[in-house]
Each structure stands twice: as C-alpha cells, then as structure tokens.
C-alpha cells in the first residue's frame, strides 16, 4: 500500500540547491585587487565543473596563497547575486574553502 504525501516533492541535494561550482586553485590567475580593495582573482581556463574562462572569483578571508597567486586545491564558489541578473557575459563567484 502506498501513500502520497500532500506537499512531497521529492529529495534534493543540498549542492542542487546552493548550484555551487568547484573551482580549481591552479587553473586561476594572480590575486589583484579591486577598487575598494577586495581580493579576487580570474579564471584562466574553461572547465569541465562550470567554470569558464574570464569568470570573477572573489575572495573572502584567509586563503592559501604562494607569492601572488591561489593555492592549487579545490575550492567551491557560489554565484553572487549581481552576477545572476546578468543573462550573458562572465560570472562572478564567491569561494569558500573545503571542509
């Protein structure tokens, strides 16, 4: 016997949820700085994960860095909400480090 739930829509991921991408820390340029002075960096390749090339990722507090530069590893980012009005043109991302 079988029951159907009112409301029950099925189960989700919770990354479906969040669409968060996995950045890799290798496959990015130089840490610059914008305007206000806030640290990011830009993708340099197109990747199979959802990553394309030009996108902006931003960083936010400590990170692994050598020199200039992002420390390889992965690092999942999550679109920022300017970036989702836009309908074309390079996104922007905000990471946080693997847990």
Do not use: C, N
Request: charged share 40%; proline share 2%.
């Amino acid at each position: 016997m079988a029951f159907k739930m009112k409301g029950f829509s099925g189960f989700k991921s919770t990354a479906a949820k969040q669409k968060q991408i996995k950045i890799v820390g290798e496959d990015t340029g130089e840490i610059k700085k914008d305007k206000k002075g806030k640290k990011y960096v830009l993708q340099g390749y197109d990747t199979q994960k959802g990553a394309m090339k030009g996108d902006t990722i931003k960083l936010s507090g400590d990170f692994p860095k050598v020199d200039e530069y992002l420390m390889g590893g992965d690092y999942y980012g999550k679109e920022t909400k300017q970036s989702k009005k836009r309908k074309k043109g390079p996104r922007t991302y905000k990471i946080r480090i693997e847990k």
